[in-house]
Each structure stands twice: as structure tokens, then as C-alpha cells.
């Protein structure tokens, strides 16, 4: 099985995917799926300027290369 480890946050987000590997979708598909926490890297303070927003901001493990993917 190939291990793909991705992190997890709001319920909203990571909802399907916690159904997904409880209903083993991911194993029938040789995916050995672990889930980490994300992190939570700072507040981000109010703004109308799009180009002053950090899109990486609380994805701290995927910028680590400690998971592979993240919710996008």
C-alpha cells in the first residue's frame, strides 16, 4: 500500500475525508491515508489588500514536507 499523510482541520474541511477512510475508500484503493493535525500558525489580521493574505497560514505541516497534501 502506498502511505499518503495529509492533515486534517475543521469539521467543515476534513469531514469527507475522516467518512472516506472510516468507510475504507482509501485502503480499497491501496492508499495507506494517515491524518495529522494541522497547526494553527498565527492570526491573520483584517484586510481588504488580497495580496497582504499568507494562503499558506495554518498549513505549517504541508510547508514542513511533514504531510503530502492538504485541503485546497
Known amino acids: 500500500m502506498k502511505k499518503v499523510v495529509s ?16 468507510e475504507g475508500l482509501f485502503e480499497a484503493e491501496g492508499i495507506d491515508m494517515e491524518f495529522v493535525r494541522a497547526l494553527n500558525s498565527g492570526r491573520v489580521a483584517p484586510t ?3 495580496d497582504e493574505v499568507n ?3 495554518g498549513h505549517v505541516a504541508f510547508e514542513e514536507a ?4 492538504y485541503r485546497a
Do not use: M, R
Open 55 to 57: 494562503p499558506i497560514l
Open 66 to 69: 511533514q504531510v503530502a497534501i
Open 7 to 22: 492533515e486534517i482541520s475543521g469539521v467543515v474541511f476534513s469531514l469527507p475525508w475522516l467518512v472516506a477512510k472510516d
Open 48 to 50: 481588504e489588500n488580497p
